[in-house]
Each structure stands twice: as structure tokens, then as C-alpha cells.
């Protein structure tokens, strides 16, 4: 079974940058499109960025431009890189993938990411 781990959150100040990984264990091949997602308390989560089937990529209402994500199969990673964080953007990061044969969905626990001078 496939699972995903995230790492590399914590405390940013504003105008800071941070990179997050999220190893996939398993098979990283079985899974088609992958993503991050965003959830600040209280709301619903939200999508940063996202790889297509195509090896595209497809972003938030508010994260194209300021984010940069990165599908490295060899090392079973999946990179984002969030750029001039802003107090908004907080929140608890999660990762997904979409398998290739069913569809099935898989999530990580989430990194927590708390912006803060």
C-alpha cells in the first residue's frame, strides 16, 4: 500500500521561503497526479499546486507565481517550495496521490507550517 510522509514544516518568518518534501513508500510509479494541498483552522482545504497525467501543472487561486513544485521519481519525492509567505498562508500542508488503476486517493498526515515575525 502506498503512503506518504511529509516533512520540513515549521516556523517561517514573513517574506521567508520553505521548502517541504513529502517521500512517497510503496510504489511512487502507481501514483498519477499528485499535489499539495493547503488547510488553514477553519476552512476547507485548499489546492497550492498539482502535477496533471500530463506532467503539467496546475495551481490555487493564489499560489500561481509563488510556489514551485517538483516530482523527482528517482528518490520517491514530491518538492514544494513556498515562496514570500504571507501570515495567510499557514496552515497544515498535505500531500496526495491519485492511483493510475483505480483512482484511489492517498493522503499524508500533513506538516504544519505557522507564519510569524
Known amino acids: 500500500q502506498v503512503q506518504l510522509v511529509e516533512s520540513g514544516g515549521g516556523l517561517v518568518q514573513p517574506g521567508g521561503s520553505l521548502n517541504l518534501s513529502c517521500v512517497v513508500s510503496?510504489?511512487?510509479?502507481?501514483?498519477?497526479?499528485m499535489g499539495w494541498y493547503r488547510q488553514a483552522p477553519g476552512k476547507q482545504r485548499e489546492l497550492v499546486a498539482a502535477t496533471t497525467n500530463l506532467g503539467r501543472t496546475v495551481y490555487g487561486d493564489s499560489t500561481k507565481g509563488r510556489v514551485t513544485i517538483a516530482r523527482e521519481n528517482a528518490k520517491n519525492t514530491f518538492y514544494l517550495r513556498l515562496n514570500n509567505l504571507k501570515p495567510e498562508g499557514a496552515g497544515v500542508y498535505y500531500c496526495?496521490?491519485?492511483?493510475?488503476?483505480?483512482?484511489?486517493?492517498?493522503w499524508g498526515q500533513g506538516t504544519q507550517v505557522t507564519v510569524s515575525s
Open positions: 496526495g496521490g491519485v492511483a493510475r488503476y483505480n483512482g484511489e486517493e492517498y
Open positions: 510503496g510504489s511512487m510509479f502507481d501514483l498519477g497526479r
